[in-house]
């Protein structure tokens, strides 16, 4: 059995180490990062940043991130998880973005509430068993614990008249509508929103509030995503993408998650990485419509699977080329 | 390469391991245990009263489900496949749910009976396939085998004429129609419906039978069936499932599986896995109804893919939390 | 980390070592193995044929297959590959099946010409990526590289109005329809059109030059092509697929692939091999009508997955097998 012990992240860096911090400081900290993990940066003033951005955007929204964070946090403590996970904020951010994706999906009933808690306690289980499950390719989970948890109950959502009395929202997949013209709205509003629907926003500004986060956490972070996303707003534009949905950042995010992940933190920084990172961000903006396709017909959500998808394909391919190099 | 060796079940109990009894009588308590193996027991009077149960429901079932366990078990022999496994009936209980299944689905016409010749055949290559696959990670296959050669089946049904003239059942999922009222009787219905769900059946007065056969199996087994019935019967009326469904045992059936699995056969015994199988049953009730919607579109079933998927997921949680231990 | 250097191929052939070629003569072998890896051989006779074939059918498919074979060859030295795959037209070969599918499925639009060379270079990636992923089983990439690249293109085609102005191709699947007879034709030009439509060619004749190619490969592959697709061809006939998707070879060229896979290359030669192969046909042609529903709703294309997955899972399951031994 490979052990998943050889995975444990590095030791956190010196602020989320300071225990002598007082109790709440501390506790506070692990909440704002785990905000800051949604682009998967530990800076914590990158954290403040993005959620002051959710909060922004709607304050409901921001409230149930919390909530979500919160349950995640004392669930990964009561399960005796390594405290260095839950200082970086990768226990909590799970559970921050389905409290944030339930609040949107869902709207604020009684049973969204619940299912916040109870999807954050289930966040931390899908954290263990993806991470073991990657064990043999030293793969890291990035959002797929939340993709789990907040896709299975958003496709069980309408067989149950408590969660979703809606009707199911499962339809075969519709092609776009040639001849609709792009504004230059479209283009500059798709910039910014790229970095908001990193945390289900698609307003422009709570995208600006984020990437100024990003580059507070270093100008490497913020030129990534700012890379990432003109590339897949442009990709999108020369492809023919419906216009409405490139101005709400439908199909930038996932390369704006890509460009952090493979230009800044997975590979050693070179040329070849940065060639690399743009062909990633490429693919993750067809994936993005092929998955949006495949989840149409049961009533899924792409969510941040198509950022998920390359970056497992791109890291494991990377081991086979002398001229990428994986840091992990 | 991990050596699937390292995967043969431990020595099977004396009973099975009597060499000394006569072939028919050996024969038949690998068959008997092929029945008690539809709720992972290899216990001979869990599987009489299992056997008892699938021909009371109906004994065209219970003819079905004795030629899969007979075809599976001697394709094993015939591979050279280790004697302990054919022993304790989980070569034969895949054929055994295979028969089944393809009678309940397809009905008796005469392809039936080749498919299920056919499929009990590809269940002993499935069982070796997927347990050499999910060897990594040290994983059981429990009914993953069935699952994928009886799900194969019923998607490929309708392209063949000779064996589903019918036309196709796939459909966009229906949601749940609000205000619909429980009765007591779709409760306690529910609540036996539930086991008997793992036989494929929906009589309430089967699923009695066959919990007989838990408690005679050791106490533990039923409490473990009672208890992940229970749990999946209120939390699908909390949560407002179609009656008509629980009643009939849809919603549970995977609750009982999860509930015997990680209750009382994979993690050692704790009032944390108690609590930690409570969870798992609650998910597994929840991703019943994704899966439901999943499989719609393109006319596949759900089978027991909730119970598999669940197990897994939380066996491979389990290797990083301390307060909970794998047994094996 | 288990490292997939263990999975370099063995060294290529003495022809393909011959580094004293003159270098035009040298890549003019690699890109006509391109061709010949369509049915996994290596020979350059049969290269040779595959390639006339392919250009017989339509000489524009032709010409897309070469474009994807260059581009493919040229990025795999590029990115420092193991000149031992690029020789033996291992990374050329996802690059020609990617340039045939586009023009196939999309026509020749500007975009397919771009969408050939982009997808040309992320094939190498994929191979690589694949290759990493089934190592702790060490596994066979086969045509996977292919199937994700092209079949994640095509499912996004729809979204995009340059690369596919016409709608989406997703709906609910369909059965079969009872009573249409079969003609002596259907089965004739189903029996080549099982080989040809490993080039993705509908036309008989395109499959007998293949067919020749096989033989001069080895008559151990020209039989084995020609009992998978005649156990093909009666397996579909006698289940009631329907007449003419027999007649186009729908139903037969995942068989004709499996049967070269694991009659001759990846299993020791013996009667029990021979068996085992003709299983995996059959398993093949009813798992080609299962993923034809599976993939129907979201616009998807079953290429060459059913032989892909049936291989992968005869040979995960051949390893515990002790009648049925992998020469890998």
Chains 1, 2, 3 share one sequence.
């Not at 501390?26 to 949604?38: D, I």
């Not at 619940?114 to 068993?129: D, F, M, P, Q, Y």
């Not at 995503?225 to 442009?234: H, I, P, R, T, Y």
């Amino acid at each position: 059995m490979i052990t998943p012990d050889a995975l444990k992240p590095a030791a956190p860096d010196t602020e989320a180490e300071a225990a002598g911090l007082p109790g709440p400081v501390h506790l506070m900290a692990q909440l704002v990062r785990s905000f800051g993990q949604l682009s998967l940066l530990t800076n914590v003033w990158t954290g403040v940043l993005f959620m002051l951005a959710v909060f922004v955007g709607n304050w409901q929204t921001g409230v149930f991130g919390l909530l979500g964070a919160v349950v995640s946090t004392a669930t990964a403590y009561a399960l005796g998880v390594d405290r260095g996970t839950i200082d970086l904020g990768t226990q909590g951010f799970s559970g921050c973005l389905t409290g944030i994706a339930l609040y949107i999906f869902l709207g604020p009933q009684p049973s969204t509430y619940l299912l916040t808690i109870g999807g954050a306690v289930v966040c931390v289980l899908a954290v263990s068993a993806l991470t073991t499950l990657l064990a043999p390719w030293r793969l890291p989970v990035l959002t797929s614990p939340f993709c789990v948890v907040v896709g299975v109950v958003l496709v069980a959502a309408s067989a149950f008249t408590r969660i979703w009395p809606g009707g199911s929202p499962a339809a075969l997949p519709i092609a776009a509508t040639p001849g609709i013209e792009y504004t230059w709205t479209d283009l500059w509003h798709g910039f910014f929103a790229n970095v908001s629907q990193v945390g289900l926003s698609a307003h422009w500004y709570v995208g600006a509030i984020m990437l100024v986060g990003l580059f507070i956490g270093g100008i490497r972070y913020g030129l990534a995503a700012v890379v990432g996303s003109a590339v897949a707003v442009l990709l999108s534009w020369a492809l023919g993408a419906p216009p409405g949905a490139v101005a709400t950042g439908v199909y930038g995010y996932n390369g704006v998650l890509v460009a952090i992940a493979l230009g800044t933190l997975f590979l050693a920084r070179a040329v070849t990485t940065a060639l690399y990172t743009v062909v990633g961000v490429a693919v993750a903006t067809v994936l993005t419509a092929a998955l949006n396709a495949y989840f149409a017909p049961f009533g899924g959500r792409t969510l941040s699977w198509p950022f998920i998808v390359t970056t497992w394909l791109f890291l494991a391919a990377a081991t086979t080329f002398p001229r990428i190099r994986r840091t992990t």
